[in-house]
């Protein structure tokens, strides 16, 4: 079972959604858990069945003492990069919160300071801390939605099987049509994605 609260009531989990698609914004979701909480089933979202996090997303709506969830669209990852969009879709999350956090647990090992709230970055967070797994399965579900309602608009991506991420016939598909609208112009996982923006 995953631990409670990193440093106690009031810290916010936060991670994304995304990150690594070639179509789509990246999302964030920031969660505030009630003191104590503990559920046999929360983990981190990618290890959970499409109708387990449902599931899961609905009862974090319910239980949760504050979250908010965030987008940032792709033309925006294209202009600022991928790790400082994930980072600004982290804080637009937590800028939803209708309680100030006493402090924030970050999934991954990059972050830039929020409102002078202490912050700790934690490798694998999501299958670590229950505030953190909750912020990934709502990004998670949230982000997967969206992509269904785009595949509407350009059903040859197979957005709902795929919700972005660069698998062989999302790749193909580009290859024969081009890109969409919402996909990232100018996204490569290389160097220039993953410098860190003062």
């Not at 499409?50 to 599931?55: C, F, I, P, S, V």
């Not at 062989?168 to 410098?195: D, I, M, W």
Request: charged share 20%; glycine share 6%; proline share 6%.
């Amino acid at each position: 079972m995953l631990k409670t609260s990193h440093t106690g009531p009031f810290e916010a989990g936060t991670d994304e959604a995304g990150r690594g698609c070639l179509a789509g914004p990246v999302t964030a979701a920031a969660v505030i858990l009630p003191d104590g909480f503990t559920h046999p089933f929360l983990t981190d979202s990618k290890k959970l069945s499409a109708l387990k996090r449902e599931e899961l997303a609905s009862l974090i709506r319910e239980t949760a003492v504050a979250y908010g969830i965030a987008h940032v669209s792709p033309e925006t990852i294209d202009e600022i990069n991928i790790l400082n969009a994930s980072i600004m879709a982290m804080h637009l999350a937590l800028d939803q919160l209708q309680i100030r956090p006493e402090a924030i647990a970050v999934d991954g090992n990059r972050f830039k300071p929020y409102k002078a709230i202490p912050h700790q970055c934690l490798i694998r967070g999501d299958s670590r801390f229950l505030n953190i797994a909750a912020a990934s399965i709502l990004a998670k579900t949230t982000r997967d939605s969206l992509m269904r309602e785009l595949h509407k608009e350009y059903p040859e991506y197979q957005w709902t099987n795929n919700k972005g991420y660069p698998t062989g016939a999302h790749r193909n598909a580009l290859l024969q049509y081009g890109p969409s609208p919402y996909h990232r112009k100018s996204f490569r996982l290389k160097q220039e994605q993953l410098k860190f923006n003062y």
